[in-house]
């Protein structure tokens, strides 16, 4: 990979790096020879990136040469935005009091060189507010009212950084353009860069870390390197090519924050917002459904003036669902009018509609897994012991799982498959798990998941490492057409 670093003035940057050229922002923008470059990453050094500024537009056409600006405009925008600071201030709300905690002073200035700061107790401090606004050399104010709060952060000029940190600032830059600073580590060079946005230690995640490491060295056989990243490298989204979400999704949650924000950099992302948008919400996915003539329990989107219509229509027991529950989360069963009545009211103080679907005990769930609208694998999720769900939660017991049947797609009944497709192609052409119950020759689909289990030694049992395979062809496939152009 190229490496520049692009200022004003060269004479300006008195850095020597191996392997990486300081350029002049007005050669970068107007020689012919910095545009045709492949595969390069630009480290944008201007002193402003103030809109239509000389910075301004080093990010904006690095961008759209292809190449990987660090800041790029999000980032720029982002710094800009009160709203983002704000958001960025709570999500690093505990750290921000620690490491501020001894400041006697109502302010506070902290000034960011890659990721580091010249005094080391503020660098876990530094090291987010990088990952969070990445640009080389940032300042950051904080002001204290009741507790510390971040005002605003921007980008230090190369001419503006004091001289005591002068010394410090270069070696910041050396460490981390070498591969030793946040966020970076040597590796070779590969023809696509894949971010897998994972968080080993939330429960109940869609893949566990040995399958993320199996994803990883799939990958790595396509000539795609891939990266971990978790929910505090949101800023650096654009150094990628593609993102693939292993982490539970929703709407309001970060996942959601990185996935509008990969697509709106231009890179393949799985599970795209718009299948997080359409898969999340189950009244969506039972409207849906109907209009589309898949067989589906028989459902009612309630709210609190039809809340006696519920027993009468699908009687009981039925099954109240939240909006967006997931992992047998925010579904109960209810077993007379008067829990209909309660479960139901208090399901509505956090939405201003609830699903209520009519219950078809069975001993399993289908689950079909399908990708680019073809089948993957095929799994027979069963009850847990002496519950009426895959998962069993109790207050007063552990977690309890029913056992898990992979067996080849192609052994499948035909019509549980199909039925997967046709529900799956309704919300796009990613990764889904459908899920499904067979009572005779009817097939009812419960819902349409994104983000899917994929654990090792369950749904890869059969596939074993040709599961991983076949999702990273698809990444790659896509990584290619879009390349040529010519993939939406």
């Known amino acids: 990979m ?53 910075g301004y537009y080093v990010s904006l056409l690095a961008a759209a040469r292809g190449h990987k600006p660090i800041p790029n405009i999000s980032t720029i925008q982002d710094m800009k935005s009160q709203t ?86 270069v070696q910041a830059a050396k460490l981390y353009l070498a591969g030793r600073g946040p966020s970076r580590a040597p590796r070779r060079v590969e023809r696509y860069d894949l971010a897998i946005l994972f968080d080993p230690k939330t429960a109940d995640q869609a893949s566990d870390a040995p399958a993320v490491q199996k994803f990883v060295k799939a990958a790595a056989k396509l000539g795609i390197h891939s990266e971990v990243i978790d929910k505090e490298d949101y800023a650096r989204i654009a150094e990628f090519d593609a993102l693939f979400i292993r982490e539970t999704t929703n709407v309001n949650h ?12 231009g890179l393949v992302v799985i599970d795209d917002p718009e299948s997080v948008l359409k898969c999340t919400n189950k009244v969506y996915l039972a409207a849906l459904l109907d209009r589309k003539g898949i067989l589906s329990p028989r459902t009612l989107i309630e709210h609190r003036d039809n809340l006696d219509e519920i027993a009468p229509r699908l009687g009981l027991p039925c099954i109240l669902k939240e909006p967006d529950s997931a992992f047998s989360q925010g579904v109960v ?33 289908w689950r079909i897994g399908v990708i680019d609208r073809r089948p993957l694998y095929a799994c027979r999720y069963y009850m847990a012991p002496k519950h009426w769900q895959i998962i069993r939660r109790d207050l007063d017991r552990p977690v309890d799982y029913g056992r898990v049947e992979t067996l080849p797609v192609e052994l499948a009944p035909a019509t549980v498959v199909r039925t997967a497709i046709r529900a ?65």
């Open 424 to 488: 799956a192609n309704l919300i796009g052409d990613g990764l889904y798990g459908v899920d499904l119950k067979q009572i005779g020759r009817r097939c009812y689909v419960m819902e349409v998941n994104d983000n899917p289990t994929i654990q090792s030694g369950i749904e890869d049992s059969v596939l074993k490492d040709t599961l991983y395979d076949r999702i990273m062809e698809v990444f790659l496939r896509r990584l290619e057409h879009r390349r040529q152009g010519w993939w939406p």
């Open 254 to 265: 970060h996942t959601f924050r990185f996935s509008r924000r990969a697509v709106a950099e």
């Open 333 to 365: 069963k209810v077993d007379t009018p008067e829990e209909v009545i309660r479960v139901t009211q208090d399901m509505l103080d956090g939405s201003d509609l609830v699903i209520a679907q009519e219950f078809l005990p069975t001993a399993f769930d």
């Open 2 to 54: 190229n490496i520049l670093i692009v200022v004003n003035n060269p004479d300006e940057w008195p850095l020597e790096v191996p392997e990486v050229q300081v350029v002049a922002a007005r050669d970068y923008l107007l020689n012919p020879q910095y545009a045709d470059l492949d595969n390069a990453k630009v480290f944008n050094c201007c002193r402003s990136y103030r809109y239509q500024s000389t």
């Open 84 to 169: 983002v600071v704000r958001l960025m201030s709570d999500e690093l709300e505990e750290l921000i009091q620690e490491s501020l905690a001894d400041i006697r002073s109502s302010r506070f200035t902290l000034s960011i060189y890659f990721g580091k700061n010249l005094a080391s107790r503020y660098d876990p401090l530094s090291a987010q507010l990088f990952k969070l606004f990445q640009a080389p050399f940032v300042r950051a104010e904080f002001a204290h009212g009741e507790r510390w709060a971040l005002q605003s952060i921007g980008p230090i000029a190369t001419r503006d950084i004091p001289d005591a940190h002068h010394d410090f600032a």
